[in-house]
């Protein structure tokens, strides 16, 4: 395997542009915009070089590498915590129930409520993967590898950690839940709200829509049966994030109506699972990559598949993609989940 998990530098602005423009629309935190990219590479940068050890309004974006071409393929993001600049908005999908005596019927209504539960949780969110690639367990090390980070960095990061799935697109590219909600409120087209968002957040939904309880059932069908539905290709993901730990709790998202799946940071599957050694020798490698490696801290720390044996041997392989040698300090997880 030749693939490493790098922090992001000022140099790969090119190449997240690319892979923004090939997300299709949608991925708020990775729009297919120079300037917003170049914001987060910056504040990224800021992210890595603070090493006071304190839970800040951190953003920490991570680029997967194909060494033996030197080309990217892929990338992820890591929020330390969010809403602590702006509210962290969600609808929260619940339910009363009305009983008249008259007609001796009971009604039970479905209703989303705007709601800032989720502030000073953490997120990990803007991955993407070249179509490609996405086979032989890369995906899973890309995804994974933030949990990684967490764990090696764990007190800058909350106790909750969330993931926003993107919503469901028609396919002409329209948003059955913006149509049904959001869009009724603004004169905007879904991939015009949607171009917005990506470069300034979904603040400006919260501000002009209705902040009282909204009735399920006066939203057209469509948009109900989207609601806490992925993008069809957001499906692997929602997979992979329930192997972990994450659960949909009835949150979603107040753009595109995507889950928010949610999951207690110390219970995250490869954050419980990972373990720190020293590296006691190099070895040849035999088989398949069993574990997901990391080393080094903040700007320092990258992840590649390798073999770690029971006596802290390190495969020679992985060795020499993370740059490490006998003695040297690893934390490592089970590759498969």
Known sequence: MTFLLR????????????????????FTNLPPDRPTLRAKLERAAKSFARDDGKIADDLFVFILEDTSEGKVRGTCQAFSQVGMELPFYSYRIGRITQHSKELDRTFRAEMLTLCTDLDGASEVGGLYLDAAERSAGIGKLLARSRYLFIA???????????????????????????????????????RDADEFNGKHGNQFIADLMPKHPIYTALLSEAARQVMGQPHYSGRPAMRMLESEGFAFQNYVDIFDGGPTMIARTDQIRTIRDARMVSVSALAPAVGEPAHLVATGRLADFRVCLGQVGQDGSLDEGAAALLGVSAGDAITYAPAVT
């Not at 423009?21 to 949608?26: A, I, M, Q, V």
């Open 152 to 190: 090696m960095h764990r007190n800058r990061f909350g106790d909750t950690t969330l993931a926003e799935l993107r919503g469901a697109i028609d396919d002409a590219g329209n948003s059955p839940f913006w149509d049904g909600l959001a869009g009724r409120f603004f004169d905007m087209s879904f």
């Open 7 to 26: 922090t992001a530098r000022e140099k790969d602005l090119e190449a997240l542009y690319r892979m923004a423009k090939g997300t299709g629309g949608g």
